[in-house]
């Protein structure tokens, strides 16, 4: 490669980086903070992983912010972030997760299990409409809920967070939902239990698409 191409590649990074510092710090000001506990990377994109890792990583030593992840990546994704040079400071995965959508089951999760890496659960309550409507009055989920004294949707958020690798950022607008969204990580379910929800939203067979909204 000649110089005059490493100095383009220079520059680019150097372009990309100072973006992704200008991005957080808009952050900062909006949210009236000095630095952030977690910053994620919403979508991959098209720049290089590398390249966006360096900036996350000078955020981080610049103390903007304490710790970055990645949202919406795949198994292969995550391969790759893994064996990048920095790639092991990522400290989550965001991605959809919920009793209708449990294509991450077959790979992607024990992937991350086994690397350390903490899933965070988007949408763990599913949509509004149709699904959402189906987890929440389905026969065996009531049958559950009433076991436990709780509501479906509390059942259905302890589903989400069974494994202590799955955490959950489930909405909540009132004080109401806020407690029982905390009741719920008390739920212990039985195996029974497991076997009953996993009869109605079954466990994957093959490697599925990652669901993105």
């Known amino acids: 490669m000649d110089e005059k191409k490493r100095a383009e590649i220079k520059n680019a990074l150097a372009k990309h980086v100072d973006k992704i510092s ?37 955020l981080r030593e610049e103390g903007k912010i304490l710790r970055w992840g990645v949202s919406n ?3 292969a994704d995550m391969e790759e972030l893994w064996n990048t040079s920095s790639g092991k400071n990522c400290m989550t995965n965001q991605v959809l997760y919920h009793l209708g959508s449990r294509g ?6 024990p992937w991350q299990r086994e690397h350390n890496m903490p899933i965070m659960a988007y949408s763990p309550l599913a949509q509004g409409g149709s699904l959402r409507s189906q987890l929440l009055n389905d026969p065996a989920i009531d049958d559950i809920a009433d ?14 967070i069974r494994s202590n690798k799955v955490i ?46």
Request: overall charge negative.
């Open 147 to 160: 076991k436990y004294n709780v509501q479906p949707l509390q059942i259905a958020l302890a589903w989400t």
């Open 22 to 58: 200008k991005a957080c710090e808009n952050s900062l000001k909006r949210l009236g903070t000095d630095y952030l506990d977690l910053y994620l990377l919403h979508w991959r994109g098209r720049i290089p992983l590398e390249e966006t890792i360096e900036g996350m990583e000078k």
């Open 73 to 75: 990546f795949d198994t």
């Open 104 to 109: 991450i089951d077959f790979v992607l999760l």
């Open 168 to 213: 959950a950022i489930p909405k909540a607008v009132q004080d109401e939902h806020v407690l029982a969204n905390a009741e719920a990580a008390t739920i212990e379910f039985t195996e029974e239990d497991l076997s009953r929800i996993d009869q109605v939203f079954p466990n994957p067979t093959r490697k599925m698409p990652l669901d993105i909204i």
